[in-house]
């Protein structure tokens, strides 16, 4: 397909270069909103990844020489640009993701505080040094970088996961290859941009575009070091296993079921005004939304005002203020949370509040859904065992706290969680035994900030070393461990034929 019939080809950045693709197959990006085209989208050609790849590989040899001083100035600029463009940014996310603006301003944000965390990365890089690990000799670590680091991501946060990944590995001293989700590319390519602007040298950051194809093939190359993903449970599977496979260091976050567990003590104003807010918030197109409540003993008794709040709620357009969240990203994740609603209703939960049948004037053509409760569910049906990615909140009753923590630690996701009590044992037992990795303590979407690393755990990540924070310089980089000794006079020494140090 020739480029001049597309609408607005989003360019690849290869070299320092933003530059339309040759490529004859091409994907279309839409406004969730309206469901009109907005632009297309190129499957890279392998030619031109490889461009990308090598393009980076040279720039490697020299970014690594860059003092780290100035690799850190390189993020404080961006920090500054990012924040100076923060609301063209949320407008042109919304654009692409429907997100409601000031929810888009938090996505951007949210990438805003990584940037500042890289411009820590003197800090971050410090090695360790003891002195007189034997006579007269020292011994001290090195960090360096690896080389071409990846990233692919998700249509969930265009702006906050790609800043999640590309700032700290650069900042490291890598260079950068990142594959946005082909929903979104608006808004990596516009990151891109402010990077040069701030003094980004041609060639640290590349980006192609494209779906299960041109992932493959990046998964598959030899120049590349590191894989950095988030996004689904089976394409997480597949990132891992087959980036392991051909001796990569992969990080893979994938998807997610967060239960908050509410106590019977809990401020009941405000579980029911959390529970509305991260359960539909975003469409509950969030990894961390929550999207079971765990009602602990009479805290059951909270459905009928949380019906009430759930029904007041209304999604809409980005710029509409009174909108509490946007559209489905597509008319297919719109139908697969449809099916999922009546799987639920035929299984025999009970359907509190149904968004099925969600209009907002003036879009008839949007990917609406309404916020969707329901009570009496449980673990056996479909609700429960998949991840929604909907406006959709499903209630579990249960008798005890110890139950509700059996309950958590059964699921087989583990990346975020939380318990509301007014009760500091109760959250201490909780934050003690769950099996997941991010906590809330009366706090429901328990997203840690950049100096701590996001942690989930068990089948909502695959790997070992997290994202952002001391973790992700730690996937980024490798330790040298020097030992060292210089002679100031003539030691008499013959062979040491142990491995004593002497
Ligand atoms: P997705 O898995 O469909 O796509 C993610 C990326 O993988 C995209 O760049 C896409 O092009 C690529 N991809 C898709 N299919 C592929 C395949 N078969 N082989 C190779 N690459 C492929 O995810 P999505 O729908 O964009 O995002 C939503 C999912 O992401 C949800 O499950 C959500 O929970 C998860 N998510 C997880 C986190 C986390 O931190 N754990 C954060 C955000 C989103």
Redesign the pocket.
């Known amino acids: 397909m020739n480029d001049a019939n597309l609408i607005s080809p989003v360019p690849l950045y290869i070299n320092g270069e933003f530059v339309n693709s040759s490529s004859n197959q091409w994907i279309e990006v839409t406004n969730p909103a309206t469901n009109a085209v907005i632009a297309n989208v190129p499957c890279t050609t392998e030619s031109e990844i490889e461009s990308a790849i090598s393009s980076a590989g040279a720039t490697f040899e020299q970014w690594k020489e860059v003092p780290v001083p100035d690799r850190a100035r390189l993020m404080l600029s961006y920090q500054q640009l990012l924040k100076d463009h923060h609301d063209e940014l949320a407008q042109l996310l919304s654009s692409e993701t429907g997100k409601n603006f000031a929810d888009a301003k938090g996505d951007v944000w949210r990438g805003i505080e990584v940037v500042e965390q890289a411009a820590n990365i003197a800090s971050l890089m410090m090695g360790e040094t003891v002195e007189n690990v034997a006579s007269d000799i020292d011994s001290y670590s090195l960090i360096q970088p690896l080389g071409v680091c990846c990233g692919?991501?998700?249509?969930?946060?265009p702006a906050m996961?790609p800043l999640w990944m590309f700032p700290m590995a650069i900042a490291a001293g890598n260079t950068f290859v990142l594959?946005?989700?082909?929903?979104v590319p608006l808004t990596a390519m516009r990151l891109a941009e402010l990077f040069e602007q701030a003094g980004a040298p041609q060639g640290v950051l590349q980006i192609v575009h494209g779906?299960?194809e041109q992932?493959?093939y990046l998964l598959a190359h030899p120049d590349i070091r590191t894989i950095s993903f988030?996004?689904?449970?089976p394409?997480a599977k597949?990132?891992y296993q087959t980036g392991t496979q051909h001796l990569k260091r992969v990080q893979a976050?994938?998807?997610?079921k967060n239960h908050m567990v509410v106590m019977p003590d809990a401020k009941m104003e405000q579980v029911v005004n959390h529970l509305v807010g991260s359960s539909v918030g975003a469409a509950g197109q969030r990894?961390m939304a929550i999207s079971v409540a765990v009602l602990v003993g009479n805290a059951s008794e909270i459905i009928p005002e949380l019906k009430a709040a759930m029904q007041k709620v209304k999604p809409g357009v980005s710029d509409d203020s009174n909108a509490a969240y946007g559209p489905l990203i597509s008319p297919a994740a719109k139908q697969r949370v449809l099916n999922l609603i009546e799987q639920g209703k035929q299984q025999g939960a009970t359907c509190e509040v149904d968004g099925s049948h969600c209009q907002v004037d003036g879009y008839p053509d949007g990917n609406w859904l309404g916020p969707t409760l329901f009570s009496g569910v449980s673990t056996d049906m479909a609700i429960y065992q998949q991840?929604i990615?909907g406006p959709v909140l499903v209630c579990i009753g249960v008798e005890t706290l110890d139950e509700a923590i059996t309950l958590i630690n059964n699921n087989p996701y583990g990346?975020g969680t939380s318990i509301f009590t007014a009760c500091g044992a109760a959250a201490r037992k909780f934050q003690h035994r769950i099996q997941v990795g991010q906590v809330g303590v009366n706090v429901p979407i328990p997203v840690p900030l950049p100096f701590f690393s996001?942690t989930?755990w068990r089948g909502?990540?695959y790997g070992d070393l997290h994202a952002y924070g001391k973790q992700a310089v730690r996937f980024y980089t490798e330790t040298k461990t020097v030992t060292a000794r210089w002679f100031d006079e003539d030691i008499p020494d013959g062979p040491n034929m142990t491995i004593h140090l002497r």
């Open positions: 692919i991501t998700p249509f969930n946060f996961i594959k946005p989700s082909e929903q779906s299960k992932v493959d988030v996004g689904s449970v394409v597949h990132i976050f994938a998807g997610a990894c991840e990615f990346n996001f989930g909502s990540f």
